[in-house]
């Protein structure tokens, strides 16, 4: 008999710890910053709005109709569809390599939040870079792997495997402290940080938009894949915990709620951040969009400094990076049970706790690579190319499954059929329709655009390790997929 979840309640806090994490604090205020603001979230919330939901929705009622793991409810509909909860599934272990090491990282600030003076306190941008990374000067020098960083990586591991080694029995424990805990700490921060001198011009110039930026393809880009990795759609995240979920459990308002809650986080996070953004510009005499290089690196050199000239700083340095590292916690070993759900559902008689052992060792093997001197340009490669591509192509490639093989009304009408909350006929056409042809269009711009221009100027050296990681799962998808007649079952 299939596992289940202990409540509803269990359920939202497990989905919505899955999707409120890193996206929300790490990497949703460094692309805001780095896309002007305000001119960052009317396209993000529209981006919700029109193909979030939609796909939230669609992902939870897959999963809790044919009550299996991506792989497997794919191919339930049909053989030949399997590879794509392959897809979803590489895509997520891709993301919790690299994830799992940026909250190495926080694991790192957490303990120096105990020195005093905190060890960055001279310089934030020379203590992160050389100090934590110790930085290469480019993705073609690896240089050596920090030993720190490596520790911190197999505490963040050992973690993850006590997190899911029971399954959803110990998730459902796990959970009920680590979902609530990073709302808390995140409001003390917020209330912190909104009483800074020059909190207000920071938190103006998040809420302002400069239309002149909303022609850029980037910025409806960058805010459409911040939907996929905040929600964490694409994963098979979503698939594999609603397939825990008994068939009667209300679909629509569970997919809401999660979203709503995901959202209402990340633009928490952007308050707390553009105060003390706002904040730094001041003390530094500075314009805001100056004060601070955008990129991955964004809050682990702002927070850092502006922390430290806080009152108490050692405390709130302490509850920052606390925070940082439950929000990552609950998206990681979200994203190690979708592969443990689909290797149990495969191979039933191998051991819970034998599987997410081997999978959260397969994941801090494969982390080791961001551990290096170049770590930081192999994450920011890796995070672009499986972002744009891959999540962008499993989410087209779910939409014309269910819309044009399963049928789009066919699944609504189960959908309506278990949920208290019933969609209309719209939903159906954005699933047949609006979404795969706006994923559709994104995806060739960004192609034309990474094929014209190499991103961020890297060598082409160092981004054949991106296109790699593209290439190599769609083509073993593809040939799996002909290789399958397709048999529906469901």
């Given at each position: ?23 929300n ?12 603001g305000g ?10 709005l029109v ?8 992902e ?9 793991g991506?792989?497997g409810?794919f ?5 030949r ?32 939040s105990?020195?005093?003076?905190l060890?960055w ?67 003390v ?11 207000v ?43 825990f ?6 679909i ?5 709620t999660?979203?709503l ?10 308050f ?19 004060v ?10 702002v927070?850092p ?8 700083a ?27 759900t ?16 081997i999978?959260s ?16 340009y ?15 192509l ?39 329709w ?19 221009t ?18 190599i ?9 002909l ?8």
């Amino acid at each position: 008999m299939r596992a289940r979840w202990d409540s509803r309640l269990i359920f939202l806090f497990v989905a919505i710890g899955s999707a409120v994490g890193l996206g929300n604090l790490w990497r949703f205020p460094y692309l805001t910053y780095k896309f002007g603001g305000g001119a960052f979230l009317i396209p993000y919330l529209i981006a919700l709005l029109v193909i979030g939901i939609p796909l939230m929705i669609l992902e939870f009622a897959i999963g809790q109709k044919m009550q299996k793991g991506a792989i497997g409810s794919f191919g339930t509909i049909g053989k030949r569809f399997a590879p794509i909860g392959f897809l979803a599934i590489i895509a997520g272990f891709g993301v919790v390599a690299y994830y799992c090491v940026v909250m190495g990282w926080s694991v790192i600030y957490l303990i120096g939040s105990f020195f005093s003076p905190l060890p960055w306190e001279a310089n934030t941008q020379q203590y992160f870079f050389n100090n934590v990374l110790q930085i290469t000067d480019g993705p073609s020098a690896m240089g050596s792997i920090g030993v720190a960083l490596v520790i911190a990586l197999a505490l963040v591991w050992i973690s993850i495997y006590f997190c899911v080694f029971k399954g959803v029995k110990s998730i459902g424990k796990v959970i009920l402290i680590s979902m609530p805990l990073p709302f808390i700490l995140l409001l003390v921060l917020f209330f912190r940080a909104i009483t800074l001198d020059g909190a207000v011009e920071g938190i103006t110039y998040y809420l302002k938009p400069n239309f002149s930026l909303f022609l850029s393809t980037d910025l409806w880009m960058a805010a459409l894949t911040q939907v996929f990795f905040s929600l964490s759609l694409g994963f098979g995240i979503m698939i594999a915990y609603a397939s825990f979920n008994s068939k009667s459990q209300s679909i629509t308002r569970n997919a809401v709620t999660v979203c709503l809650a995901d959202t209402a986080l990340s633009l928490l996070a952007g308050f707390v951040v553009f105060g003390v953004l706002g904040h730094m510009a001041l003390v530094q005499n500075v314009p805001i969009d100056k004060v601070v290089e955008s990129g991955p690196s964004l809050a682990f050199v702002v927070f850092p400094e502006a922390l430290s000239l806080l009152p108490l700083a050692g405390l709130f340095s302490f509850i920052f990076f606390l925070t940082l590292f439950f929000l990552g916690l609950d998206s990681a070993f979200s994203l190690v049970e979708a592969v443990t759900t689909v290797v149990r559902d495969t191979w039933k008689k191998i051991a819970v706790g034998t599987v997410a052992f081997i999978v959260s060792a397969v994941g801090f093997l494969s982390g080791l690579i961001f551990t290096t001197g170049a770590g930081l340009y192999f994450l920011d490669i890796i995070d672009h190319f499986l972002n744009s591509y891959v999540l962008i192509l499993v989410g087209i490639l779910q939409c014309i499954v269910i819309g044009w093989v399963y049928g789009a009304k066919k699944l609504r009408m189960y959908i309506n059929s278990v949920s208290s909350s019933r969609i209309g006929v719209w939903w159906d056409y954005c699933i047949k329709w609006v979404v795969p042809i706006t994923l559709s269009l994104l995806l060739l711009i960004q192609l034309y655009r990474d094929i014209q221009t190499p991103y961020e100027s890297y060598p082409q050296s160092a981004l054949a390790i991106g296109w790699a990681v593209v290439i190599i799962p769609i083509a073993i998808a593809a040939v799996w997929g002909l290789s399958q007649k397709s048999k529906s079952s469901a």
